[in-house]
Each structure stands twice: as C-alpha cells, then as structure tokens.
C-alpha cells in the first residue's frame, strides 16, 4: 500500500515550458487535491476532484490544468511556466470526510 | 466563506514548557471537520487529528491535546512539556461539508523548541 505517489520529486524548468506532475492514490479516495506551499508559507489549493471526470479550481488555479480520468490519478499540468510558480506542489488524497493523505511533495524551480 | 487564521507565526519555546498554538477559523455551515497537521524540517505533512463540528469534547493524546470551543470559533492545540522533536510549522485546517470537502489551510505556525 503506497498511499500517494508524487513524481517527479525535483525538477528544474525553463521560464515557458511545460511540465506535469503525477500523482497516484492507491487508497481509492474519491477526493484528490493539488496544494503549493510557496517557502514560509501555507497550503494554498490549486485544483481539486471529486471523483473521476470532475474537477474544480481552487485558490489560486491560474497557470495549471488538471484531469481525472480514472480514480487513482490526477495529474497537475503547468502550462507557459513562470518564475512565480517556483514552490512545492503536495497531492492529497482523502475518502469522504476523512483526513487528507498526502505524498512527499515535488519541489518544483522555474528559471 | 472558509477562512482559517493562525495569529501566531513563530513562538519559542526552551524544552519542558508547555505551549499552545492558536487555531480561529470561520464557516457558515453547521457541519464541518477541523484538522492539525504538523509539517516537521524534512518537509513531509504529518496528520495529528481530525475532529467534527458535533463533537466538543477536548482531546488528550500523550503530550498533545485539544480544545475546540464552537462559541469562539477556536479549535487550539497544546503541547505539554515540549520536546526538541516537536520544532515544526503546525498547520490547523478546516473543510466544510458543502464546498466539495477542500481543506482550507491557516498560514501556519512554526513552533522552535530549544534544548
């Protein structure tokens, strides 16, 4: 059982390129989330599903996609990256109500 | 809305005191859960507790307990007797039952524990 798989965990990008993160649950939640934690800061949620195909934006969604074409994944797409969006990206899992689950983290640099 | 304030940003403490960390937060709903999470220096987001909008009653695990008052919208966390293992950002978090269950963060606090 490996709860949530983040890759990758580092990566370095060039201002405009492109790039997704994977995030795998093995638990099936049917809740999935993508959270950055810019340095000293809090959580701030990105995208959130509630199930397969159903996705909804967050705080502070400008500059990423996502999708969820099955239960156990949910990509994090960054489109055009910018300098801003240099953070920590956590995925989180979580059933109904329950406490959230989250994965390692990808630590993310945009040059 | 849901909003999660966390009023203290760094406290200091020297090992064996005790220390609480203050968690204010706003709903509209009646239903809702409230949520600690430690984040110690390796990075990783650790679970402490999950508690519902029904459930008032403290909480008492080891070192760690809990105190959520309805009345003033606070849900705070208190170590006891403080260890140089418990230095982290602690993060009180709150989701509501009709906003898709998002989490909604504070900013955190980060707790220093010196020996």
């Known amino acids: 059982n490996a709860g949530v798989t983040q890759t990758p965990k580092f990566r370095i990008l060039k201002i405009g390129q492109s790039m997704t993160l994977q995030c795998t649950q093995d638990?099936?939640?049917?809740?999935m989330y993508w959270y950055r934690q810019d340095p000293g800061m809090g959580l701030k949620l990105i995208y959130y599903s509630v199930g397969a195909g159903i996705t909804d934006k967050g705080e502070v969604p400008n500059g990423y996609n996502v999708s969820r074409s099955t239960t156990e994944d949910f990509p994090l797409r960054l489109e055009l990256a910018a300098p801003s969006q240099t953070s920590v990206y956590f995925c989180?899992?979580?059933?109904?109500?329950?406490?959230?689950?989250f994965g390692e983290g990808s630590r993310l640099t945009v040059l | 809305a849901q909003k999660v304030t966390q009023a203290q940003t760094e406290i200091s403490v020297v090992e064996k005191e005790d220390v609480t960390l203050d968690c204010v937060y706003e709903?509209?709903?009646?239903?809702?859960?409230l949520f600690w999470y430690k984040q110690p220096p390796s990075g990783e987001l650790v679970f402490l507790i999950r508690?519902?909008?029904?459930?008032?009653q403290n909480e008492i695990s080891g070192r760690y307990s809990w105190n959520f008052q309805k009345s003033t919208s606070s849900f705070n966390f208190t170590i006891t007797a403080s260890q140089v293992v418990d230095s982290a950002v602690y993060f009180c978090a709150l989701s509501e039952a009709n906003a898709g269950n998002m989490l909604t963060f504070g900013g955190g606090t980060r707790l220093m524990v010196k020996p």
């Open positions: 638990m099936n939640h049917n809740y």
């Open positions: 989180a899992s979580r059933l109904g109500t329950g406490e959230l689950f």
């Open positions: 709903t509209r709903d009646t239903t809702y859960y």
């Open positions: 508690r519902n909008s029904f459930d008032e």
